[in-house]
């Protein structure tokens, strides 16, 4: 009875943790298969863009891997933490609000309960520059993987350029 009631609430969460996090989902740019199944869905290395939330101008891509095989397919293979960062100032700079130290830019899980992959900001204000890292944890021990990439806020157009450390909690 106990293992049905498990079984159970599995089974919603992975019906509604999708629909919970869609208004959340970055733009994927495309996919290209890495191991083949032949009965299942392949490995894949997919590539998603996302903008940040609080600075007009820049915008971040990453590449992470998705499992296959029935698991990956039914929502229930834990993801590996090999995620590559690149983010580009595409325009003009302008923050739209104060932000802390290593503030979650993007969240998104990566296996049904325990780990989750973020993208983090912070300020070089030495530099004026803008710096981001992924990275993904787990509720009991995390991974030291993770990327870094750096924008440093350049003149575009006419105007002025913006500090960041003007925008950065303290």
Not at 40 to 65: M, Q, R, W
Not at 107 to 122: C, P
Request: glycine fraction near 8%.
């Amino acid at each position: 009875m106990k293992r049905l009631a498990v079984l159970a609430f599995m089974l919603v969460l992975t019906t509604l943790a999708p629909l919970a996090r869609a208004a959340d989902d970055p733009d994927l740019i495309f996919r290209k298969s890495t191991v083949f199944h032949l009965m299942s869905p392949n490995d894949k290395l997919a590539t998603y863009g996302i903008d940040d939330p609080v600075v007009e101008g820049v915008a971040c891509h990453f590449t992470a891997p998705e499992r296959g095989g029935w698991k990956g397919w039914a929502g229930f293979a834990e993801e590996v933490s090999d995620i590559s960062l690149a983010c580009r100032q595409i325009g003009p700079i302008k923050f739209t609000g104060k932000f802390e130290q290593g503030e979650d830019v993007f969240r998104r899980r990566r296996s049904l309960l325990f780990k989750k992959m973020q993208i983090v900001r912070g300020c070089d204000a030495k530099r004026n520059v803008l710096v981001y890292m992924v990275y993904s944890d787990r509720l009991i021990e995390g991974s030291p993987k993770n990327s870094t990439s750096t924008v440093p806020i350049m003149p575009w157009g006419t105007g002025d350029v913006p500090k960041c450390a003007d925008w950065v909690e303290k």
